[in-house]
């Protein structure tokens, strides 16, 4: 599993012309874009929010957890491209929908039990993401 982080000021998901997730804090909150490969599973996937909420990466070293900042979670099946050989990505490394799907949305309901407030997209449809990157700070999470 990896999960792009950025530290944004506001952040916002649409699809089809409609916004389907925001956040908008008051000081700073994450954009977290989600990539699951074929050996993941439901630890990684709660691991990886337990990695997420503690990510020492807000102003004065702060985590999401420190100061409940919101995150916006989108799947994004991309981070897995290999672009290793010649001009077109291979999607191969990313699971399928059937598989991440489920994974993600555990990631999503981990973060929310761990007293997370979260956004999130529609899995596997086209998305428009608007964000402003907060200084910019953008870190790559892997397990």
């Known amino acids: 599993m990896r999960v792009l982080v950025q530290r944004v000021s506001s952040a916002a998901v649409s699809v089809a012309g409609e916004v389907v997730g925001a956040i908008r804090p008051t000081g700073q909150g994450l954009l977290a874009l989600v990539g699951v490969t074929h050996s993941d599973q439901p ?8 990695k997420l909420w503690k990510l020492r990466i807000l102003d004065d070293e ?3 957890s420190d100061v409940g900042a919101p995150i916006l979670l989108v799947s994004q099946f991309t981070l897995y491209a290999d672009t290793a050989k010649g001009r077109r990505p291979s999607w191969n490394a990313a699971a399928p929908g059937a598989v ?4 993600v949305a555990t990631l999503a309901d981990t973060l929310r039990t761990l007293g997370a407030t979260v956004q999130t997209g529609v899995f596997g449809a086209h998305m428009q993401v608007e964000l402003v990157n907060d200084g910019p700070v953008t870190v790559l999470l892997e397990l």
């Open 43 to 50: 630890d990684h996937a709660r691991r990886m929010a337990e």
């Open 62 to 64: 702060k985590s999401a």
């Open 100 to 103: 991440a799907e489920p994974l």
